[in-house]
């Protein structure tokens, strides 16, 4: 049985960033080795996960997609004094970063360093006074420049340093929680199937590149095929400043949501499923695209019936993310317990468009 905390803490303390996920993806392999039939990595590096159903002949097949890519920086340049430039790997917000520690990534090694701020009155005029743009931050390493430059080179990865830590009300902080908290509630999901019977095919994928490229969820669904695609993300949890319709509150339940990248058949029998287990959950509504992999799963080969379910997290794509350990296991239950209950001739009786009398 899978034991949440520790594997969840396991892997926000690897780097991955987008577009090199290889320490996530061999943390993950291992965790779902002993709960799948088979693993195997795409040309992209997504893994992909498969746990046969009992049905009979060519069993329909649905994808659990989370991301495991994460966001941080990389090395642009290096300047006389042998201080590093950087530049974001997707969407951070440089007023996070003074002060933050972070390991680089360079060819002999892993280096610690700490992002530095420039004294206010040495910025430029018209940057005085506000917080600090991503353009005037540096690296700092502590070695001498001839040092730095032997071995740092410009394309060298930046990872966020900071350790997990567990607060009260069973909750976790820490970075990359978006979106490796899902990558961990499809682990439960898959941990509980291996004790439940399922007549579909269950596949799972770690996806790459979600923060800058979709390119997992593009190329994943061409590879399996599947009748049926969920993606599983995080959303804004409530917290200062962020309270209102786009929030969910933490600790109550994941959230599904409802939008143009989500089948009603398929949220409808989420609703449901959630309601029959007794599962706390919130609806959300994203008016426009969700932000996650369903953008792209949904419009591959002739179109894919997609759902999105989120857990809530406050500070997303910060350094100190904050999850609360409950929502994931409920997540992980939810999935298991919609997959258990998916009879084979689901797509032809429930999943259809229901037009407006």
């Given at each position: 049985?899978?034991?949440?905390?520790?594997?969840?803490?396991?892997?926000?303390?690897?780097?991955?960033?987008?577009?090199?996920?290889?320490?996530?993806?061999?943390?993950?392999?291992?965790?779902?080795?002993?709960?799948?039939?088979?693993?195997?990595?795409?040309?992209?590096?997504?893994?992909?996960?498969?746990?046969?159903?009992?049905?009979?002949?060519?069993?329909?097949?649905?994808?659990?997609?989370?991301?495991?890519?994460?966001?941080?920086?990389?090395?642009?340049?290096?300047?006389?004094?042998?201080?590093?430039?950087?530049?974001?790997?997707?969407?951070?917000?440089?007023?996070?970063?003074?002060?933050?520690?972070?390991?680089?990534?360079?060819?002999?090694?892993?280096?610690?360093?700490?992002?530095?701020?420039?004294?206010?009155?040495?910025?430029?005029?018209?940057?005085?006074?506000?917080?600090?743009?991503?353009?005037?931050?540096?690296?700092?390493?502590?070695?001498?420049?001839?040092?730095?430059?032997?071995?740092?080179?410009?394309?060298?990865?930046?990872?966020?340093?900071?350790?997990?830590?567990?607060?009260?009300?069973?909750?976790?902080?820490?970075?990359?929680?978006?979106?490796?908290?899902?990558?961990?509630?499809?682990?439960?999901?898959?941990?509980?199937?291996?004790?439940?019977?399922?007549?579909?095919?269950?596949?799972?994928?770690?996806?790459?590149?979600?923060?800058?490229?979709?390119?997992?969820?593009?190329?994943?669904?061409?590879?399996?095929?599947?009748?049926?695609?969920?993606?599983?993300?995080?959303?804004?949890?409530?917290?200062?400043?962020?309270?209102?319709?786009?929030?969910?509150?933490?600790?109550?339940?994941?959230?599904?949501?409802?939008?143009?990248?989500?089948?009603?058949?398929?949220?409808?029998?989420?609703?449901?499923?959630?309601?029959?287990?007794?599962?706390?959950?919130?609806?959300?509504?994203?008016?426009?695209?969700?932000?996650?992999?369903?953008?792209?799963?949904?419009?591959?080969?002739?179109?894919?019936?997609?759902?999105?379910?989120?857990?809530?997290?406050?500070?997303?794509?910060?350094?100190?993310?904050?999850?609360?350990?409950?929502?994931?296991?409920?997540?992980?239950?939810?999935?298991?317990?919609?997959?258990?209950?998916?009879?084979?001739?689901?797509?032809e009786k429930k999943l259809r468009w229901e037009?407006?009398?």
């Open positions: 049985m899978i034991e949440l905390k520790p594997f969840l803490k396991q892997l926000i303390s690897l780097p991955g960033l987008s577009g090199h996920e290889g320490p996530a993806r061999e943390a993950i392999a291992a965790a779902w080795k002993p709960l799948v039939d088979d693993l195997s990595v795409s040309p992209l590096g997504s893994l992909h996960a498969l746990k046969r159903g009992s049905g009979p002949g060519e069993r329909p097949r649905i994808l659990l997609a989370a991301h495991m890519d994460a966001i941080g920086l990389i090395v642009t340049n290096i300047t006389p004094e042998g201080l590093l430039g950087i530049t974001e790997i997707g969407g951070v917000d440089p007023r996070i970063l003074p002060a933050m520690p972070v390991m680089v990534h360079t060819r002999s090694g892993d280096l610690p360093g700490v992002v530095a701020q420039p004294p206010d009155r040495l910025l430029p005029p018209n940057a005085r006074s506000k917080p600090v743009q991503l353009e005037h931050l540096l690296v700092d390493t502590g070695l001498p420049p001839d040092e730095v430059h032997r071995r740092v080179r410009a394309g060298d990865l930046v990872s966020f340093g900071t350790e997990p830590l567990e607060l009260a009300g069973d909750t976790l902080v820490g970075h990359s929680l978006d979106d490796r908290a899902a990558v961990a509630a499809v682990t439960v999901c898959l941990d509980e199937l291996s004790r439940r019977a399922h007549v579909w095919d269950v596949w799972a994928a770690a996806t790459v590149q979600e923060e800058e490229t979709l390119g997992g969820a593009f190329t994943s669904p061409y590879a399996i095929r599947p009748q049926i695609a969920v993606a599983i993300d995080v959303t804004h949890a409530k917290g200062p400043g962020a309270s209102d319709w786009r929030t969910a509150p933490l600790g109550k339940g994941f959230t599904l949501d409802w939008g143009p990248n989500t089948h009603p058949a398929l949220f409808n029998a989420f609703k449901e499923t959630a309601e029959r287990a007794e599962l706390p959950y919130t609806v959300t509504v994203y008016p426009s695209g969700s932000g996650t992999d369903a953008m792209g799963m949904q419009i591959v080969n002739e179109g894919i019936p997609t759902m999105v379910v989120s857990i809530p997290l406050r500070y997303m794509h910060t350094p100190v993310e904050l999850i609360s350990l409950k929502d994931i296991a409920r997540t992980g239950r939810l999935l298991a317990e919609f997959i258990a209950g998916l009879e084979l001739d689901f797509v037009e407006e009398a």
